[in-house]
Structure formats: C-alpha cells, structure tokens
C-alpha cells in the first residue's frame, strides 16, 4: 500500500493583544521556516477571543510586521472569534460523549475550597462535585436555571499524560495534578484552551511551534485531543527570548528594540532581522551566522533550537548602541553583499520617508541612483544611514560634521579664498573626469602653496558633510561637477 507523508500544516496564532514584538516574530519565523522546509500550509490565525485585551490596531501591527519581514501566509488571517460555533459544538460533542460534565458549583463555594487549600498550604484542584451528578439531578438543576460551566474529564485512574516535545523531550504530567478544566464559562463562552485546541484540529495542524509559555496548556489540550478522538500534532515549545534584565521581551513598551516596528523604523533590512532572529536561540552544529533564505530553510530543523532563553544584548542606554550590536552587524552585512537594486529600492522607500526622494532618481537619473547607494553602502549599518550619513549625496541640504568642519577646514584660514577658486577650476573642467578632477586638485595645490592632503581633506568635508567615505574622486564624481563646484564657492561663508 502506497503511504502518503501528511502534508505538514503550521501556524502562527498571535493574540492581538499588543504590538508585534521580537518574541512573537520568532515564533512567526519558525513556522514559516518549517512550512518552507516541508512544502508546508502555513496558516495565520489571530486568537482575539479575549474582547476586552484585542485590539483592531495590534491586528493591523501584526498583519505590517509579518509583510514587512515578508513572512507570507498561506491561508488567513483567521479570526478566532469567528469560530465560537466551532468551539462550542465541540463542547457538545464532549458532553454527549461523558468525556465533559455540566458543573453547577458556585464562584463562592469554589472560592471556599480554594481558601481552605491555601490554609492547608495545598494546591487547589477541583474536587470533581458535579462529575458524579445523575443525569436526573443534572437535569433539575438545569430545568431550575441554575448557570453552570463545563468541565473536562480528567480520568481519575493513575497515569499521566505523557508526550514528546521536538524541542524540550519528554513531558510527563500526572492525571492527579490537572483538574477537571472548565472548558465553556458559565456565561456560554468557550475558554481559550479549547478555542485553541478545537482550532488547531479543525485547520489539521501537524506541528505546534508556539513559545514555551504555551507548554503550561499542552497537557490539558491533549486530554482534548483525545476525548475529541483527534490525532495528536507534534508540539514544538520554543524557548522565550528575554531582555538583559531577563524579563519576558513581551512585557517591554512598544518603540523599544524589541518592537518589530522599531526595527523597521530604524532602518534595518527584513531580511537581516529575520537573520539575527533566527539566530535568536537556533543554531547550526557549525554556528553559522549568515544565511540566505534559501541557505536557512535548508539548514532549519528543531534539533538546532536550544532549552535556554536566549538573552537578547539591547544596550538600550548606551549611545553608540541602538540594539542588540549583533543584529546591527548582520544588517551591514547584508546592507553590503545584497544585490545594488534591491538596496537601491530600500533606499528610496527611505529618501520617500525623508522627503528627500526626487522623480528623476527613478527616471533620468536611475543608474545614477542605483551607483550612487552602491558607492556609499559600504560604510553604512543601516538604512536610515543613507539620510543622515548621506544625505549630501541626495540633497543639498545637510549639515557638516561639526568637529570636521573645525578641524579639516575652519583651521585652515586661507581656505576661505582658495576652496570658492577651486570652485571655478572644477567648474571649467571638460570633461569631468577623475583625471581631470585629479589634476585640477594636484595644480591648485601647487598654485595654492598647500598640501594636496589638507585640500583633499576640506573639500571632502564641503562637498560631503564628512572626513571619511569611499574613494575621493567617486564621491565627487557622483556629486557632480555642478554640485561640487557650488559647495566649494559656498564654503567661503562658513567662516562667517
Ligand atoms: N495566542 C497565543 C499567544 O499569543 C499563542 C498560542 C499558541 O500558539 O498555541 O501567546
């Protein structure tokens, strides 16, 4: 007989209950990492059950987050609210079947027995009143109105339930220790682990991959599984990432560098956060750091995720810092090898942001653009680098680092006369060439009675706000003979 390998079906199911945050995107990643890897569904579900935590807002956060990283889905958003049908028919099922029971015990007699467990230093269970109610006593409490929630069997025989977790082994709770759960609260509304259960059985999802503090209602969701007849999925708990002060990152505020937003608005590539996420507590035998996608979906499997949380370095106090100095080296990185047109088409979504975009960038001056970011990215770390560091490559208006400006031009008095004159010689060049622009420098050295160096220096702070940059005469070059010769005749005002 031929056996068909189960096609896997994965899903990310956040709770839009604040921003997108570098926990939840990890967990988004490695659910599309692993629908990639096996040819996989990957389904987004937002569980907005809980009305009064979720927001139309932290949905519209999670959808621009997962498109900005490019995390495409193949099915959803799914709202879990729509679904309450679904929860509570199953519910139904349960009854029908004895594997759930109608509970009639009041918050009051319930708060009792948990007081008196607290005083005997016990851990409260519920004792199982109503498990044992006739169908007839059922029935009269009912037919006497009395609000009641219901409760999932948990077999009272000895034994535990018992499963494998992908990442964190073995996993054994005793039966003793769960408690006959409320399944649907005496107001009718299904609790959320069997909104969550019931959903992951309908869509046939094969593997769980959700953060660790998911691994509390494991246990309680394979008894559901079971009673409901479903077959199991493979869970994969994934360690929680933590702050330096090792706090869950969820509980941190929105705009602090765990935000994905933050990310974004920083200047950093999709593709490089998602690098250094990954890398967020994963790794490959040979501690790899940088991957393609198609380098990391090969290399991806839940052998490489580690038990510990991994701690992200924020080094949010810290000045030089605006993060974690890892993910900002992997963006250079990527800011430099990745193809000039794909940078060049981040850069304008930056310059649009700035108000520094010009229609001929695209148009008559598209090569020009595409050389121009390739000439300067090599320095860069992030995008946003591309407006303050340079900008005076796109605008005329930028300022001039202030201690260059002291040190390589304000220093040097006769400057005042002898940049606006170098500005004349560079506007007769024809052509503007770095030959000609090479010996134009070299001559008005020898006229001026100054060092080529102390010339080179002054013009590259003029002309391009800054001491240090790719190769001299690139950089004038792509200014442009126009541009550079009016920097030069303007500079005799910064004397002033
Ligand atoms: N909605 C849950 C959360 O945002 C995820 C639960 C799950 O993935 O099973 O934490």
């Known amino acids: 007989m031929n056996t068909v390998a189960k096609k896997v079906v994965v899903r990310f199911a956040p709770s839009p209950t604040g921003y997108l945050h570098i926990g939840g995107a990890r967990t988004a990643i490695f659910n599309w990492l692993y629908a990639k890897k096996t040819g996989g569904k990957f389904i987004l579900r937002i569980e907005d059950t809980d009305a009064e935590r979720s927001s139309k807002d932290s949905v519209q956060g999670i959808l621009d987050g997962m498109r900005w990283l490019g995390l495409d889905w193949d099915e959803g958003p799914n709202f879990q609210s729509e679904f309450t049908a679904d929860h509570l028919t199953a519910a139904g099922k349960l009854l029908a079947s004895g594997h759930a029971y109608k509970c009639f015990c009041t918050q009051e007699v319930l708060e009792q027995k948990r007081t008196a467990a607290r005083d005997a230093k016990a851990t409260f269970v519920y004792d199982g009143l109503c498990r044992d109610l006739s169908p007839e006593e059922t029935a009269a409490k009912e037919v006497a109105g009395l609000p009641y929630t219901i409760r999932l069997k948990v077999p009272r025989q000895p034994g535990a339930v018992v499963f494998e977790d992908a990442v964190y082994g073995v996993i054994e709770k005793k039966f003793q220790d769960i408690e006959d759960f409320v399944i649907v609260r005496s107001n009718g509304r299904p609790l959320y682990v069997l909104s969550n259960a019931v959903d992951d059985i309908r869509d046939g999802i094969t593997h769980v991959i959700r953060g660790q503090d998911g691994l509390a209602n494991t246990p309680k969701q394979i008894l559901l599984y079971q009673a409901l007849g479903a077959p199991l999925p493979v869970f994969a708990h994934m360690s929680l990432a933590l702050d330096p002060q090792k706090a869950k990152i969820s509980k941190r505020k929105h705009g602090e560098p765990v935000a994905i937003h933050f990310y974004r608005e920083k200047g950093f590539l999709p593709w490089a956060l998602i690098n250094f996420l990954v890398l967020l507590g994963w790794s490959t035998p040979d501690n790899r750091e940088i991957f393609s996608e198609t380098e990391l979906i090969a290399a991806f499997s ?50 649009e ?23 300067i990215r ?81 013009v590259r702070v003029v002309v391009t706000g800054h001491p240090v940059g790719p190769e001299f005469l690139e950089c004038l070059l792509c200014i442009g003979q126009e541009k550079t010769a009016q920097r030069l005749d303007k500079a005799q005002g910064l004397w002033n």
Do not use: C
């Not at 229609?359 to 000439?375: I, K, P, Y």
């Not at 208006?397 to 002291?406: I, N, S």
């Open 378 to 458: 090599g320095r860069f770390q992030l995008l946003t680098d591309f407006v303050t560091l340079g900008r005076a490559y796109f605008s005329d208006e930028f300022a001039l680092d202030p201690k260059a400006l002291e040190k390589y031009v304000l220093a040097h008095w006769e400057l005042k006369t002898r940049l606006p004159e170098l500005g004349q010689r560079v506007a007769a060049l024809a052509p503007f060439t770095a030959g000609t622009l090479e010996q134009a420098l070299r001559e008005a050295a020898a006229d001026f009675s100054l060092k080529l160096g102390i010339l080179v220096n002054a």
């Open 302 to 351: 839940f052998v490489g995720i580690s038990r510990n949380n991994p701690v992200m370095d924020l080094r949010q106090d810290d000045p030089k810092f605006i993060t974690d100095p890892k993910a900002v080296s992997i963006n250079a990185h990527y800011l430099r090898t990745l193809p000039k047109e794909e940078i060049a088409g981040h850069v304008r979504t930056q310059l």
């Open 353 to 375: 942001k700035s108000g520094l975009w010009q229609a001929d960038f695209a148009e008559g001056r598209a090569d020009w653009f595409r050389e121009t970011v390739d000439l």
